[in-house]
């Protein structure tokens, strides 16, 4: 009865039991017993209450009866008891990774929030920056056109300041135009005794000034060209000993070689001439223009 007991325990229920074996079997008694809610209730009350045989002593069950029933009842609740810790455990541990997981996604997203502030912040820097250099770059252009205007009219003033009496101003230069003829040495040696020396015309600006300063004859300008026989060629140099860059020749040039010639300015077409000496002697006389 007691391993029924252990096995299956019910609220309430009606048990037969008998007084005494020898009384008679046809008299029953139902009485109604109260189920203890524990195994060692149920124990107790069975090893008291038990009805007993007349004449006979009453016994009780011995206490080990009632150990082992406890080492039962902890030996089935121990699994249990494990288990539940281990759930516990591995509750608290996922909660702790997922509160890592979300404290880490939310450091990342703070630096990344961080670096685009830092990176806007340089970038406006950079167009910063690059407005004020471009400011300073407007204001230097500025200045720049200011200071060469300054320079022209200065070079303008000190011309008109230099230029003698009887002598035109051109650009920064000052123009002298001899009203005898004279070979084109002469002509050289007259503009060099004034500090000065035979036009030299460097832009087409030039040439259209000494065309028209130059209306009436032909004057000797400072070109001139020296015979090169291996080249068979003229290698043609202003008097300055700068190499002739841009001309303005017109034509009909002599076919004498081996003579040296000189350029004269100029013709009804406003072109250059030329004109050759024999043994460096010059037998043609121009006019002349001087520049200084």
């Not at 038990?50 to 080990?64: S, Y």
């Not at 450091?107 to 471009?134: C, F, H, P, R, T």
Request: charged share 25%.
């Amino acid at each position: 009865m007691s391993s029924d007991i252990y096995a299956k325990v019910q609220l309430s229920q009606k048990v037969r039991y008998t007084r005494n074996e020898q009384e008679n079997r046809a008299d029953w008694e139902e009485n109604e017993v109260n189920i203890y809610q524990s195994a060692e209730d149920v124990d107790d009350y069975y090893s008291v209450s038990q009805p007993q045989e007349e004449g006979q002593q009453t016994q009780r069950q011995p206490a080990v009866r009632k150990s082992s029933s406890r080492r039962v009842k902890l030996c089935k609740m121990l699994p249990w008891i494990a288990m539940s810790v281990a759930i516990i455990s591995l509750t608290i541990c996922f909660t702790l990774e997922i509160i890592k997981l979300k404290n880490s996604h939310s450091n990342l997203s703070d630096i990344g929030d961080n670096y685009k502030l830092e990176l806007q912040a340089k970038l406006l820097e950079m167009a910063a920056n690059y407005s004020q250099l471009q400011n300073s770059y407007e204001i230097l252009s500025k200045n720049h056109s200011q200071l060469i205007d300054q320079v022209n009219r200065l070079n303008n003033t000190i011309t008109r300041k230099w230029c003698p009496d009887g002598w035109t101003r051109f650009g920064s230069s000052c123009y002298f135009k001899g009203e005898e003829t004279k070979t084109w040495y002469d002509s050289r040696t007259y503009c060099q005794d004034r500090r000065s020396d035979l036009v030299i015309i460097n832009s087409k600006a030039e040439q259209e000034f000494i065309k028209q300063f130059n209306k009436n004859g032909e004057s000797w300008i400072g070109l001139q060209g020296e015979w090169i026989s291996v080249q068979r060629t003229y290698d043609w140099k202003w008097v300055d000993g700068s190499p002739l860059t841009q001309s303005f020749w017109g034509t009909g040039r002599p076919n004498n070689y081996q003579y040296q010639l000189n350029a004269i300015c100029c013709d009804y077409e406003g072109k250059w001439k030329q004109a050759y000496n024999y043994n460096n002697y010059n037998y043609n006389y121009k006019n002349w223009i001087c520049e200084k």
